[in-house]
């Protein structure tokens, strides 16, 4: 467990949850599960969306399939554009998060609360050519590498770590590869 840089005054609270923003090109897939995992694993500590550049405005079946093993309803979940979270009066974010490599590179709005970037590129599950069971297969270990990170990550923001060692911890400890 990494704490250093833990320091009191810049703990996560459940009176200021950590506000993440997940970011995929088409929206419809990675970041979309993303979005729930870190809902469902923050518990209140964590208030997390997802947007894309390029947003496909509809959500992958096989990605409400896997979002559909978790032991809550979510949500209503839906695919849109990132600029939704860029004007001068959306709520300010603290981390934003990409899951894909094209949109890492794309050049990405101002978001208010000048969040920290991170980058945890997974594999698009949507481009597996093949069968039915061939694409679920690709979204279930797609869900199960973010799960597993953002449990990981709930674990760190019970023992107090930062936002700034928090920051680190994240870039560090992407995924695992799906």
Known sequence: ???????????????????????????????????????????????????????TGVVNPFALEQIARLPVTPLAVR?????????????????????????AREACPDFPGAPSRVHWGLPDPAAVAGSDADKRRAFSDCFDALEGRIRQLAVEIDAGLGRMALDQWMTENPPAQC
């Open 1 to 55: 467990m990494l704490l250093a840089g833990r320091d009191e005054a810049d703990a996560i609270s459940s009176q200021q949850p950590l506000r993440i923003l997940v970011l995929c090109t088409g929206n419809s897939a990675r970041s979309i599960m993303g979005e729930v995992l870190l809902n469902y694993h923050g518990g209140g500590r964590i208030v997390a969306r997802s947007a894309g550049s390029w947003p």
């Open 79 to 103: 695919s849109k554009r990132w600029d939704e979270f860029a004007h001068a009066d959306s709520t300010p974010l603290d981390i934003v998060v990409t899951v894909c490599d094209n949109a």
